[in-house]
């Protein structure tokens, strides 16, 4: 009787072997495709700030991207207008922009600066709208330096008084250029395009220097 009383106690008894660890933190290696989707978004949300951002300017809103475009089309006082009007016929409509330059220095020996031109900066602007109509023929000399450059073509009838004041106003008071003289506008352009109607020639450089024709 003792004995299986024995036997029972030691199978009931709590057993002395070893107990399981206690789970602890830890850390793990994060997985590469996280990192690379990180990277792939932090990429994509720097380049939209560019782009969308307006240089993180607050002045700067859509459908705007940057200060220039946002400045383009602001409301312009008149004489900006007639500015922004003879770049766009210096640059598209004429193409002045082929021979005379982005900036207005022309090429050497062959196409004038208009940049510091005396011919440009002249007080009266009668003689740069004789050459804009009826265009130039011959060597001319500007900054004391000689242009053996082909004939300049007339514009009389490409471009109207409006397109000829604009664009001579542009080449005029061009400040990026060092230009400030005072702009032209359409009424002097007519009044000399009517007094040179029945001119079917190019000027020569001796002609334009009378004083009639300043």
Known sequence: ???ARHQMNSESSPSNGAQEAEPRAGSARAPA????????LAFWGMGFLDYHGGGFQPQVYAPYKSRAEL???QPRSIGDNVFM?????YEE?????????ANGQGAASQFPPLAGSEWVLAKGPGRLIRIVLHGLQGPVTVKDAAF???SMIPWKDLLSDEELAAVLTFIRSN????NAAPPVTAEQVKAI???TANRFSQWFVTELLTPENE
Request: net charge positive; with cysteine; proline share 3%.
């Open 93 to 101: 409509t004429a193409k002045c922009i082929v021979c005379h330059q």
């Open 85 to 89: 009007k003879g770049k766009k016929v």
């Open 193 to 195: 395009r009517d007094q």
């Open 71 to 73: 400045d383009i089309d």
């Open 175 to 178: 400040k990026e250029w060092g």
């Open 148 to 150: 053996d450059s082909p």
């Open 33 to 40: 495709w996280l990192l690379v989707l990180v990277a792939v």
């Open 1 to 3: 009787m003792s004995n």
